[in-house]
């Protein structure tokens, strides 16, 4: 059963009234000002003169409750299948180690790893599973919460060791890559990481005399196409690029000239996100992004051989 009655909004209520009556007795009005919050404005009316009336024998007469401890409401069968499924994810136990508890042996779960196939995703992902993935992920999470630097050695782009001072701001991760990156104020070796090259991390402290850890500007991008509405064409579109900042505009009959801003780390995957759309698609500006289409058509000519 997905629903239950037990989990509609006058349980919810009567559940919240139960919580601050075991911190102290309930007045009436403290009640009423409870129900318009988490129900319906009508259901004063009945939830009210039910515990006033001792019709629902929950509250006694002095605002206090014959509960001796929260009430809590147990998960669905479905909520169940919904946190079976995510533990099969090995990302989760970047934030999770111990899942023992909600593993649920007599419950399947609503869907595994092998129901999905991501036929654009390289094969060269992130290690979920290593440990000292785990402990920077870990590291740098703590350091997004509470707002710390931290000292980062990496692999730079020729494969050797650089050390820089970080103030993580948010994780991003690629579902194009597999892969996680951390993003903040940096120093002058960038401010931007990914998390697959990190050696090690530690917290530090910026001291006075050295060169404060300062804000690295993005490096925003815009990549300008006309799109042939076929197939649904511009719905996909729309979707696909839900989360980056756009702009679509109808230049004549199914066919529309659409703006697209992006970061430069990402100009690789939007290459590939456009590509993925062939002839409905042609990329009009900047030049350089044309440049970039042409060559990798060119590559992907050349493996064909």
Not at 219 to 229: G, Q, T, Y
Not at 244 to 273: G, L
């Amino acid at each position: 059963m997905i629903f239950h009655e037990i989990y509609s909004v006058y349980y919810q209520t009567v559940a919240k009234i139960l919580e601050e009556a075991l911190d102290h007795p309930l007045k009436q009005d403290e009640i009423c000002n409870i129900i318009e919050k988490y129900a319906f404005s009508e259901s004063i009316l009945s939830i009210e003169s039910a515990l006033r009336e001792q019709k629902w024998q929950l509250l006694k007469s002095d605002g206090t409750t014959i509960f001796k401890n929260d009430p809590s409401m147990p998960l669905t069968t479905i909520q169940k299948r919904w946190l079976k499924s995510i533990c099969q994810d090995p990302r989760i136990h970047l934030f999770q180690d111990d899942l023992k508890e909600i593993e649920f042996p007599e419950i399947e779960p609503l869907f595994t790893p092998n129901d999905f196939y991501i036929f654009d995703q390289y094969q060269d992902g992130d290690d979920y599973t290593d440990e000292s993935y785990i402990r920077n992920f870990r590291m740098i999470l703590d350091a997004i919460k509470n707002q710390y630097p931290l000292k980062i050695t990496t692999y730079n782009h020729k494969g050797k060791k650089v050390s820089m001072k970080i103030l993580p701001k948010y994780l991003e991760y690629s579902e194009k890559d597999d892969k996680f990156r951390v993003a903040g104020f940096g120093s002058r070796l960038g401010g931007t990481v990914n998390l697959g090259r990190i050696i090690s991390c530690e917290r530090t402290k910026t001291a006075e005399n050295t060169e404060l850890i300062h804000r690295i500007p993005p490096r925003k991008r815009r990549v300008i196409f006309e799109l042939e509405d076929e197939r649904n064409a511009l719905e996909r579109v729309l979707l696909h690029f839900a989360h980056f900042p756009k702009k679509a505009e109808k230049i004549e009959q199914n066919r529309y000239h659409i703006m697209v801003d992006y970061d430069k780390d990402d100009e690789t995957e939007m290459v590939i996100r456009i590509l993925s759309f062939g002839p409905m698609i042609k990329v009009v500006q900047p030049e350089h992004f044309i440049n970039l289409i042409k060559e990798r058509l060119r590559k992907q000519k050349s493996w064909e051989r």
